[in-house]
């Protein structure tokens, strides 16, 4: 089966009502160039470093303004509208980094809650925790969809393979990937890290990034992408800025791709045996 889908490239500023007005806007002109399955960035409904700040604009699943605006906009244009996360608020204070998807009813179909925190220290004094605002996942998503089986991941999640292996051997053939890439660690990794889970997998990647300077000071890397099963970029923006790319997404071009490379079929458990240096005849020159 052969559909349309598209990732919405934003810029997300600290307004959840201004965030979601830019979601609306550009969800409609990518469902006017054909798109039935459109996906949104990680954190769509705000990019706010201020905690405080951020938990007094956080609402619950049933309240949050992006969540509500999704299930409209995804029954009018009749589309599959895949919010790639937004900030959630949860009972013990803390909150989830979670991505919704709607059918063309506007009901929630499923939702996922990125599994792996973003904790890090780069170079130039660039620090984030995320584990200290956001109650980690445990539980990955595969949704079974008219036109394929969709995989979830957000952003950092990237990093981590046995993820993207798990959900192929289950029958994924499509990994969404929303994403709020450091501009830092995006020009490095980005498109490298998408093409390979791609490859390494035979299946479609979708990737909706925010892009630009935003209102809080950070910079994100933008660059989304959605790639076939062969590695081979169909659309890809531009670094700074909001926009949308659409592609064809053919599915058995994913049954094509692991027919060639069997790679899932023909992999093998194995031990790990490590020689103690003595055995190894010593130092080596």
């Known amino acids: 089966m052969t559909f349309k889908a598209a990732a919405v490239q934003m810029c997300s500023g600290v307004e959840p ?3 979601a007005e830019a979601m609306d806007r550009l969800v409609r002109e990518a469902a006017g160039h054909g798109a039935i399955y459109i996906q949104t960035p990680e954190m769509t409904g705000a990019l706010q470093r201020d905690r405080a700040a951020m938990k007094a604009n956080l609402r619950d699943e049933e ?12 029954s009018e244009l009749r589309i599959y509208l ?6 959630i608020g949860l009972a013990d204070g803390k909150m989830a980094n979670r991505g919704f998807l709607f059918g063309p009813d506007g009901g929630k179909i499923s939702h996922y809650d990125k599994i792996h925190m973003f904790d890090v220290d780069l170079d130039n004094g660039e620090s984030w925790r995320e584990s200290s605002a956001y109650t980690p996942g445990a539980t990955a998503r595969l949704i079974n969809l008219p036109f394929g089986k969709l995989g979830c991941a957000i952003c950092y999640d990237i990093r981590f393979p046995d993820l993207f292996r798990m959900q192929a051997q289950a029958g994924a053939e499509i990994m969404s990937v929303p994403a709020a890439f450091t501009r830092q660690t995006g020009e490095a990794h980005w498109a490298v890290l998408l093409r390979a889970r791609a490859i390494e997998n035979g299946m479609f990647v979708i990737a909706a990034a925010q892009a630009g300077l935003h209102e ?9 992408m ?6 081979a970029v169909l659309a890809s923006a531009g670094g700074t800025g909001e926009g949308i790319i659409v592609a064809d997404i053919n599915v058995a071009a994913v049954a094509a791709a692991r027919g060639k490379i069997p790679n899932l079929k023909n992999g093998r458990v194995f031990s790990l045996d490590e020689v103690p240096l003595s055995a190894a005849g010593g130092v080596a020159a």
């Open 226 to 231: 959605i790639i076939d099963p062969w590695g």
């Open 216 to 224: 809080d000071g950070r910079e994100t890397y933008g660059h989304s």
């Open 17 to 19: 009502q201004r965030n």
């Open 82 to 87: 895949h919010v790639g996360s937004t900030a």
């Open 63 to 74: 309240n949050d303004v992006i969540v509500r605006m999704a299930s409209e906009l995804a």
